[in-house]
T-cell receptor, first 109, second 118 residues
Framework: GQSLEQPSEVTAVEGAIVQINCTYQ??????LSWYQQHDGGAPTFLSY????GLEETGRFSSFLSRSDSYGYLLLQELQMKDSASYFCAVHNQGGKLIFGQGTELSVKP | GAVVSQHPSWVICKSGTSVKIECRSLDFQATTMFWYRQFPKQSLMLMATSNEGSKATYEQGVEKDKFLINHASLTLSTLTVTSAHPEDSSFYICSASSDRTYSNQPQHFGDGTRLSIL
């Protein structure tokens, strides 16, 4: 079967750093993406890793280790507006995305 | 760039009605579009993959006669929920890609359609 595991919820304070982990087990793998989704909205693309290592985009960074089937999203200098659900998604054959169950991030003042 | 427009944003209708949702790529040619469904507090579940000019490929458990998908042009795909019932109430989201064979590029999502069947 195909599965992605990520924590269901994470709480942090403004200005802090938070890491959301994602482990995956899929029959095909072309890369790992991260999406942000606010309540009632559509997913917004954050980051993508095809190769091992760290990708940095502003306050957000994403890491991938293909040998460990593991990745994480790192959010720095947290702001209240970062409160949202974060999904990791494996890129599968034919361009399909397989999504994790999502991590609900709550940022407290 | 890479803007995907989805219409309508909200639909409320009576049970038994058929509802059509449109997904358009505004600034690129989308050879492949994907349709997802998301229930509250749950993940996005892929329903079907739509390639321009060919029949859609449905995921296991998705009724193709219930969810009709048409991808007649490089910028438009439609999802029709036929004879909708309350259990079809959900958030439907499309995404688009410019490459039929890619597997390593981010998908660009529409804003979603919230469907409520009374």
């Amino acid at each position: 079967g195909q599965s992605l595991e990520q924590p269901s919820e994470v709480t942090a304070v403004e200005g802090a750093i938070v890491q959301i982990n994602c482990t995956y087990q899929t029959s095909g793998f072309y890369g790992l993406s991260w999406y942000q989704q606010h309540d009632g909205g559509a997913p917004t693309f954050l980051s993508y890793n095809a190769l091992d290592g760290l990708e940095e985009t502003g306050r957000f960074s994403s890491f991938l280790s293909r040998s460990d089937s593991y990745g994480y999203l790192l959010l720095q200098e947290l702001q209240m507006k970062d409160s949202a659900s974060y999904f990791c998604a494996v890129h599968n054959q034919g361009g399909k995305l397989i999504f994790g169950q999502g991590t609900e991030l709550s940022v407290k003042p | 760039g890479a803007v995907v427009s989805q219409h309508p944003s909200w639909v409320i209708c009576k049970s038994g009605t058929s509802v059509k949702i449109e997904c358009r790529s505004l600034d690129f040619q989308a050879t492949t579009m994907f349709w997802y469904r998301q229930f509250p507090k749950q993940s996005l579940m892929l329903m079907a993959t739509s390639n321009e000019g060919s029949k859609a490929t449905y995921e296991q458990g998705v009724e193709k006669d219930k969810f009709l998908i048409n991808h007649a042009s490089l910028t438009l795909s439609t999802l029709t929920v036929t004879s909708a019932h309350p259990e079809d109430s959900s958030f439907y989201i499309c995404s688009a890609s410019s490459d039929r064979t890619y597997s390593n590029q981010p998908q660009h999502f529409g804003d979603g359609t919230r469907l409520s069947i009374l």
